[in-house]
């Protein structure tokens, strides 16, 4: 029996790659090594299905982590998020593994082409029964560019005007096929209505395109939309068009600042900001006693090199951090450069200081450990506890679980801490339907439901 009122959106946070975003993840000694073929993908989904996570979402880089030093030595000799799959691939494994789960991709709006990326989402929520979700990023790093012919990578406020004639272009390939269209008369051999068959014709700035594309609508409409800007126009564009937002928060008092104001852009795009989920990353460190989580929690967090963070960090930021003393502040200038301005703002604020040093974006960000996101530690009651305070207190609509080790940090979460969430009517009790839109509680779009008509 589904539980009634609201209820926490759980999200696995996954990598295509021999770590989670912590790279001591894979020198833990439970860590699956089997990462490299389909047995791993296909038990954490199951994993995930029995804890009834919404969502499976892969995030996605495309280049090794080589900003530092400029080359990628470091980053192989240490296994920093050196292998990355395409994560497409490996949903449509998991999807065959599981009838429920969602399946999020993120792919970039930066270096694919709309109808590419509309094709792509558009069959994976056919394969998957309408289950799909795309996780829409404009990419961080010059790494990316050099993979794409480019020499650097676009500048931040352009990333984004780019793509939102992105979107509007795969959401007029999506708007192609209306839901009554085929019609499959074998004995008359009329397979589809031409005139329920429609061509964008996109002519902008940035992209043409003609469709109409070649996949019909899915059960659930089309894939559900992941965003996670978190600038001010990272911002808007996330008001815009995320139906499930990604969020990194220092603590529950930002949280509480940073959810109403993504809720406010939802409302000043013209969207019902209850429609969009806020979720925010977290790790957990669960045991049967709160010393048992402690040990857990102190025991991979040691697993973290030095080496790990200014890597990530040159990664994220597009800044090579080998390029600086430890001690050396960042100019106001050189801040400007860094990629991914909600991170930098974060630790702008945590650190004190308009300009933080090299130490700083260390000790601040915690990048490459697990101290990335808060870390909720302790019993099940603890830790329900403190999820319990987020949710409740308005900071949140759900959670993007971090795993500090594949697949245990998942398999701990489900059997420990989710009935516990159930017991408090906070966690859903099975799926509500068979789609992801459906389980997240969002409408089926109408054609042309994205530019304000009838949803
Ligand atoms: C939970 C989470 C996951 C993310 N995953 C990716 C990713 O897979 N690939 C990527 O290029 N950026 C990823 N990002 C970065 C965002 O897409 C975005 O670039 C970043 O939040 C900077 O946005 P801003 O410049 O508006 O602050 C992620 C961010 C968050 C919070």
Known sequence: MATKGRTIKMVGFLQAQNC????????????????????????????LEEGKFHLAFFDDRLAMPDIYGRDHRAAVENGIRVVKMDPATILAVMSAATTRLGLGGTYSTTYYEPFHVARLFATLDLMSRGRA?????????DSEAAN???????????????????????????????????ILDKESGRFADGDKVHALKHEGKFFRTHGPLPVPRSAQGHPVLIQAGQSGRGRRFAGRWGELIFVVYPNLAAGKKQYAELKAAVAEAGRDPDSVAVAPACYVNVAETSAQAEDKRAFTE??????????????????????????????????KRLSWGGFKDRVVQLSGKPNPTVRDFVSFSGRGTT???????GTPKQVADQMEEWFEGRACDGFVLVASQYPGSFEDFSRLVVPELQRRGLYHRDYAGATLRENLGLPRPGIGAWKGGNS
Do not use: C, Q
């Open 148 to 182: 794409f012919g480019r020499t650097e990578h676009l500048a931040h406020d352009l990333r984004y005007d780019r793509a939102d004639e992105f979107m509007e272009a795969v959401m007029g390939h999506w708007d192609s096929w209306e839901d009554d269209a085929i």
């Open 133 to 141: 979700a795309w996780n829409v990023v404009t990419s961080l790093n």
């Open 371 to 377: 101290r990335e996101f808060p870390n909720f530690t």
């Open 20 to 47: 989670s975003i912590a790279p001591g993840s894979w020198r833990h000694p439970a860590a699956s090594t089997d990462y490299l073929g389909p047995d791993h993908f296909t038990r954490v989904a199951r994993v």
């Open 302 to 335: 040691a697993l973290a090199k030095p080496v790990d963070a200014v890597v990530l960090l040159s990664e994220a930021l597009n800044f090579d951090f080998a390029s600086k003393d430890m001690d050396s502040e960042f100019t106001d200038e050189e801040l």
